[in-house]
């Protein structure tokens, strides 16, 4: 049986195949080359961390307020003080 070229393949290739053969070290060792050769983020203190996560934060509320607004768009028009009357009810 010949030994699949991991070079080549895909990091989603790779994952693949070591989830399909667990027990191929080489395999394994040669994803996880893959990962690393992948940039990432590198934090360097507990400050850029908390920006990070800050930011990403933000990023999500503003995904998950244009979300709403895509739905509340979709819905047909309910005038201000039609809405007021029907939340005291």
Same mark, same amino acid.
């Given at each position: 049986?010949?030994?699949?070229?991991?070079?080549?393949? %895909?990091?989603?290739?790779?994952?693949?195949?070591?989830?399909? *053969?667990?027990? #191929?070290?080489?395999?394994?060792?040669?994803?996880?080359?893959?990962?690393?050769? %992948?940039?990432?983020?590198?934090? *360097?203190?507990?400050? =850029?961390? =908390?920006?990070?996560?800050?930011?990403?934060?933000?990023?999500? #509320?503003?995904?998950?307020?244009?979300?709403?607004?895509?739905?509340?768009?979709?819905?047909? %028009?309910?005038?201000?003080?039609?809405?007021?009357?029907?939340?005291?009810?």
């Amino acid at each position: 049986m010949n030994k699949p070229n991991f070079q080549a393949m %895909t990091k989603e290739e790779l994952r693949a195949y070591v989830l399909e *053969h667990r027990d #191929d070290q080489e395999a394994f060792y040669a994803f996880a080359d893959k990962l690393r050769e %992948t940039p990432g983020i590198e934090i *360097h203190s507990m400050e =850029q961390l =908390q920006q990070l996560i800050e930011s990403k934060r933000d990023r999500a #509320d503003i995904q998950d307020a244009n979300a709403a607004l895509e739905k509340v768009s979709q819905i047909s %028009t309910i005038f201000l003080e039609d809405l007021k009357r029907q939340l005291q009810q």
